[in-house]
């Protein structure tokens, strides 16, 4: 075999492994413990990016923030110190081709949140029901489902308080706020990973178990994520689920005027790029 055959070899049998590589991330929560299956092939940028997060305890301890009967459950704003973690945290990434067969969101589908084009970064959310808004935006491409603990625990999580939580404030102010003003949100506990590669049948464990710290006040609060409603809950174009409120601090406008995005990039074997994703 010659040396640019082989090579091709390699790389075509490294780029199958890579599309078909899988994660299942099992959490405690207030409510339960619960289990997610991420899949690569399904939205390759997302599923880096998700796994990455959930591998490195960004979720530990945060939120369960927005919670809506019959549509979904968002979460995904960290209370973590660590400044490398929320550098990367901060980093967008591009949107995934949206898959025909998964164009219409059933009950336990996961994608994340945003709030444009190529706006992905942290936020994800669990589809509760087949609302047809849902997958109708760019970011809006699954990356995976709950497997096991939905009905016993995420269809329970507290809804009383919708989505009445302010995303800026949870991003400046951290889990204080959250605790002074929503006392019986339910929030998330440790998640562990396991990777798992569907051709080979090998799988790899990256659990976190780290407890998250308070959360610093950013130097610039985030754009609030956006979701598309049905019911225009929260309508695209405007700032999610504050849409109508005139009581918002005025940093918040000035963050999602400056609207930066930092494209990620990530080279894959033998010189392949990839990356990036709700």
């Known amino acids: 075999m010659s040396e640019s055959l082989e090579e091709a070899t390699v790389t075509t049998r490294s780029d199958m492994s890579e599309s078909s590589e899988e994660a299942t991330v099992t959490c405690s929560t207030s409510k339960g413990e619960f289990k997610m299956k991420f899949y690569r092939k399904w939205s390759p940028n997302g599923y880096d990016r998700c796994v990455e997060l959930f591998s490195r305890g960004f979720y530990n301890q945060s939120h369960f923030f927005r919670v809506l009967p019959g549509f979904l459950v968002q979460f995904g704003i960290s209370y973590t110190n660590d400044k490398e973690l929320k ?43 087949k609302a047809k808004s849902l997958g109708t935006m760019d970011w809006e491409t699954p990356v995976g489902e709950v497997i096991e603990g939905f009905e016993e625990s995420i269809k329970k999580l507290n809804s009383d308080y919708k ?84 009581k918002l601090p005025l940093f918040l406008f000035f963050a999602f005027s400056s609207g930066f995005v930092i494209v990620m990039a990530k080279k894959r074997l033998f010189g392949s790029e990839r990356r990036k994703r709700m």
């Open 163 to 246: 989505e009445e939580a302010s995303q800026g404030l949870i991003h400046s102010k951290g889990r204080e706020y959250i605790e002074q003003n929503f006392p019986g949100m339910d929030n998330f506990g440790t998640c562990s990973v396991l990777r798992s590669n569907s051709r080979a049948g090998g799988s790899e464990e990256e659990g976190s178990d780290a407890e998250a710290n308070e959360i610093e006040i950013e130097d610039a609060v985030k754009p609030l994520q956006i979701l598309a409603d049905e019911k225009d809950i929260a309508h695209p174009g405007r700032l999610g689920s504050q849409a109508g409120d005139t």
């Open 87 to 129: 550098k990367f945290a901060r980093e967008t990434i591009p949107d995934d081709p949206h898959l025909p067969e998964l164009r219409q969101f059933r009950p336990g589908l996961i994608s994340f949140a945003g709030s444009g084009k190529n706006s992905r970064d942290t936020q994800l959310f669990i589809s509760y029901g």
